[in-house]
């Protein structure tokens, strides 16, 4: 079988063009007429495609398209990355920056919310672009991509606080830089004497595990301790490729923990969980986090109770092995709080007010559906005055 963009592909084809990452970016689909080479795109597919054009971009590279359903429009892997005209419907809110990442910037893309650890957001770009994404806001926006220039003010800002131990590089996606371009940013990071710590974020090993060469990974060797979370959201996507590139990064003596985010009809469901967690683990991944999706404009069809996430979590402990098992997490703008019954309060209306590591009282919009008011695992409470919240453009019930 001949790599081109006329022809869907399979994972087991290993022809030297399909396995070249920089073939497979050249190659990402990003009109419906290529699409249509994968998928059977339903009505609801292209209107979302036509609509979310000024959103929102999409691409999605050749590998990942290769494990799309042709003919399921629910394939697990297909909902995260075709546009759906769902992601138009009216939201709970306007807010494109939930986390208030760009209020916690000193400078452009570095979010400095904890004082010990930034987030440095060294790029826009990513493979693909998943419809979930929580910076919908600025990845593929040329705004937000980083000059050399900016790039060494965020550096100098690390090396001038001396607080912080902990850099991670996400974006976007850091694994699409070039060797030159990571080596040039490692070198200055981890010269910096009170810096004990750079981690990466990617999806590389999810939606393009060519990237993971053994050229990057004796690069990335070289500058330890280094560690590296990715993000697969589904067993389908734990393929053989996959497992390859995990094993590259093991074998280079970098440790790799995974992120999942919870969503509405892809893994809701603790059989699709655990079965998630324990390939992870058969990887020699670590389950790191599973989160609770975002309140981001466009997202809400994948957005699923808290309730949903705990009643997972309480079902995969003592039938999976314990460390499996991730952290059930909500990201807020005061810092991860894990949804637990030792930092959750209960529910007021439709908010799940819980406490933040600071003492926050944080209300997060949480909708419950009606078929699921009944059998509410958690207590309901008055609306605390002095909660922080998104601020909605709808009129919330805030009690009950």
């Not at 990942?64 to 429009?73: I, K, S």
């Not at 000059?147 to 090396?159: H, N, P, V």
Request: charged share 25%; proline share 8%; hydrophobic share 40%.
């Amino acid at each position: 079988m001949t790599c081109s963009t006329s022809r869907p592909h399979v994972a087991a084809d290993r022809s030297e063009e399909w396995t070249d990452w920089r073939w497979q970016m050249r190659h990402r689909i990003h009109t419906l007429d290529d699409l249509t080479d994968w998928i059977r795109p339903t009505e609801a597919e292209r209107q979302g495609i036509a609509e979310t054009e000024p959103v929102f971009r999409w691409n999605i590279t050749p590998y990942y398209a290769a494990l799309m359903d042709r003919e399921d429009p629910a394939c697990p892997v297909r909902r995260q990355v075709v546009p759906h005209i769902d992601e138009m419907q009216d939201e709970l809110v306007d807010e494109l920056d939930p986390l208030q990442e760009v209020a916690h910037s000193p400078v452009k893309n570095l979010v400095h919310n904890y004082p010990d650890r930034v987030a440095f957001c060294v790029t826009a770009e990513c493979a693909v672009y998943c419809r979930f994404c929580l910076r919908k806001r600025m990845v593929g926006d040329a705004d937000f991509f980083l000059r050399t220039g900016e790039l060494q003010k965020a550096i100098d800002y690390i090396a001038d606080t001396p607080a912080i131990r902990d850099v991670l590089l996400t974006g976007g996606d850091p694994l699409t830089f070039n060797a030159s371009h990571l080596e040039w940013l490692l070198e200055r990071l981890t010269a910096i004497e009170h810096v004990e710590v750079v981690r990466f974020g990617t999806r590389m090993p999810v939606k393009l595990p060519y990237r993971i060469t053994d050229e990057l990974c004796d690069l990335l060797a070289q500058y330890t301790p280094l560690w590296i979370n990715t993000h697969f959201n589904h067993p389908k996507e734990l393929t053989a490729d996959a497992a390859e590139a995990i094993d590259r990064l093991l074998r280079a003596g970098i440790p790799v923990g995974n992120q999942t985010v919870l969503m509405r009809g892809i893994n809701d469901d603790v059989e699709t969980m655990k079965a998630l967690c324990e390939g992870l683990v058969a990887m020699r991944v670590r389950p790191y986090y599973l989160y609770q999706a975002q309140v981001i404009g466009g997202t809400s069809h994948f957005r699923t109770p808290i309730e949903t996430g705990m009643r997972i979590m309480k079902q995969l402990r003592g039938h999976t092995t314990g460390f499996a098992i991730p952290t059930y997490v909500l990201d807020t703008p005061y810092g991860k709080v894990p949804l637990n019954r030792s930092w959750v309060r209960g529910r007021a209306g439709d908010y799940v007010v819980m406490e933040t590591y600071d003492g926050t009282l944080w209300a997060e919009p949480n909708p419950l559906p009606a078929a699921a008011s009944s059998g509410n695992e958690l207590p309901h409470i008055p609306y605390p005055e002095d909660a922080k919240t998104v601020p909605s453009k709808a009129n919330i019930p805030a009690s009950v």
